[in-house]
Nanobody
């Protein structure tokens, strides 16, 4: 079982950058496909980005393409989300998630129902 802990959130001005991290405590992080999701107040949780266990496949929501980059370091058991050109509408609680689903091993998955383990989130606030 994986326990996931996000960090790196905070308050940033529009146009700024942040790097989120997600540290995993299990011994099999490298076996898991990973994703980032976010949820703003009053809105449903939405997919942001995902990466397969090997890093060979990534997927992004249209609204973050060209601005966000997902990566992972299996040796450090850590997932990252580099966010740049941040906008006020990026304000949300950001969650990382893990899935051992074989179906997500070749191509990164965007559906939240595919993910088995979730962190508690880190808040990102972008001021205008």
């Amino acid at each position: 079982q994986e326990q996931l802990v996000e960090s790196g959130g905070g308050l940033v001005q529009a146009g700024g950058s942040l790097r989120l991290s997600c540290a995993a405590s299990g011994r099999t992080f490298s076996n898991y496909n990973m994703g980032w999701f976010r949820q703003a107040p009053g809105k449903e949780r939405e997919f942001v980005a995902a990466v397969t266990w090997s890093g060979g496949s990534t997927k992004y929501a249209d609204f973050v393409k060209g601005r966000f980059a997902i990566s992972r370091d299996n040796a450090k058991k850590t997932l990252y989300l580099q966010m740049s050109s941040l906008k006020p509408e990026d304000t949300a609680n950001y969650y990382c998630a893990a899935t051992g689903s074989y179906g997500c091993s070749r191509y990164a998955c965007s559906g939240a129902s595919n993910y088995d383990y979730w962190g508690l989130g880190t808040q990102v606030t972008v001021s205008s």
